[in-house]
């Protein structure tokens, strides 16, 4: 009797395998409703209608002229333009990593002088518009008539000790040598070196100080450091925004055409709007030139970033396999 009794009672005290108490229901599946975002659907429909709004204009405004666009857009004037703008972004870039590269020494270094006059130089000309510089390095020779060498300063000292003349060996024309091409090389060159030394100065400080200090005790000199430990690792930092910069100073070889250098391709499309009367197709046409050019800088740097993100990883992972080798 008190055998049936207890086997009623946990019976009764038992809870179903479904969780529930009891004499309870199993509670119903949740119906999940999606969020609605009208407002996005909105934004959509009327980013749509303006974009055909755009593609209408494109194609019904008779001010693009889109035949005298094409046919003037690669004539032998505007492509001999778009070599020198080709011309003079590369070599400008090159002198400005350059410079980049030895102001951002120059601002790392212990000597207090040096370090003043590499933030004296980069305060200079990333203050100043390039356009500015453009037009100032494009007269100067208004400054200086002629580029001489010679022992400095031979017109306060020559007279002091009785001698006559002059202690200059070589001199040239400033208009000679100065040509507006060397001119927008010049203004482009010292700008972007004042971008790259940041740049530069950045990707430095981001390699750890250990390594280099690591590297010193092995007996290495600070110039072998900086090129075997320092430079190679910090690319990886220096060259997402040098892509970037290189594509910025292509689109800034339009501010040349304020020297005036003649055979810049923004300046060969104006020409030739000026001379039919039609200047505002050759304004598109410059924009697409600069949207081609541009576009194939991006795939290059995209191609280029991922080839060193690569590297990055495999390096990581090289010094995880000497960390579990060392460990075991």
């Not at 453009?134 to 200086?144: H, Q, S």
């Not at 390594?211 to 430990?229: F, Y």
């Not at 060193?308 to 000497?322: C, L, M, P, S």
Request: hydrophobic share 50%; glycine share 8%.
């Amino acid at each position: 009797m008190s055998t049936s009794d207890d086997d009623t009672a946990g019976t009764a005290g038992a809870r179903p395998s479904d969780g529930t108490a009891a004499g309870q229901s199993p509670p119903e599946a949740i119906k999940a409703v999606p969020v609605r975002h009208p407002g996005r659907w909105v934004a959509a429909a009327l980013l749509l209608l303006f974009a055909a709004m755009f593609v209408n204009m494109l194609v019904t405004n008779d001010a693009f002229d889109w035949p005298f666009l094409f046919e003037n857009m690669f004539s032998q004037p505007v492509l001999v333009g778009v070599r020198t703008t080709l011309i003079l972004a590369a070599v400008s870039l090159a002198i400005g990593i350059v410079i980049g590269i030895v102001v951002a020494i120059m601002r790392l270094s212990d000597n207090p002088i040096l370090v003043g006059l590499g933030w004296l130089y980069t305060w200079f000309f990333r203050a100043v518009p390039r356009i500015v510089l453009c037009v100032l390095f494009g007269n100067i020779a208004i400054l200086y008539q002629t580029l001489e060498f010679g022992i400095p300063f031979d017109n306060y000292w020559l007279p002091l000790l009785g001698i006559e003349g002059d202690a200059r060996f070589y001199s040239v024309p400033m208009t000679t040598l100065l040509s507006p091409f060397v001119a927008a090389v010049i203004a482009l060159s010292l700008s972007q070196g004042g971008y790259m030394a940041e740049i530069v100065r950045a990707g430095l400080l981001s390699v750890d100080k250990g390594q280099s200090e690591a590297a010193q005790a092995l007996g290495m000199s600070r110039g072998q450091v900086l090129r075997r430990i320092t430079l190679p690792q910090a690319l990886r930092v220096i060259v997402p925004p040098t892509g970037n910069e290189a594509s910025a100073i292509l689109k800034d070889t339009s501010l040349v055409s304020a020297i005036p250098l003649t055979t810049e391709l923004f300046f060969q499309l104006q020409q030739v709007g000026a001379r039919t009367f039609n200047l505002f197709p050759m304004l598109v046409a410059a924009c697409l030139w600069y949207l081609m050019i541009t576009s194939v800088l991006m795939v290059g740097q995209y191609y280029l970033e991922r080839s060193f993100t690569r590297g990055d990883r495999g390096a990581q992972e090289q010094v995880r396999r000497i960390k579990s080798r060392a460990a075991s």
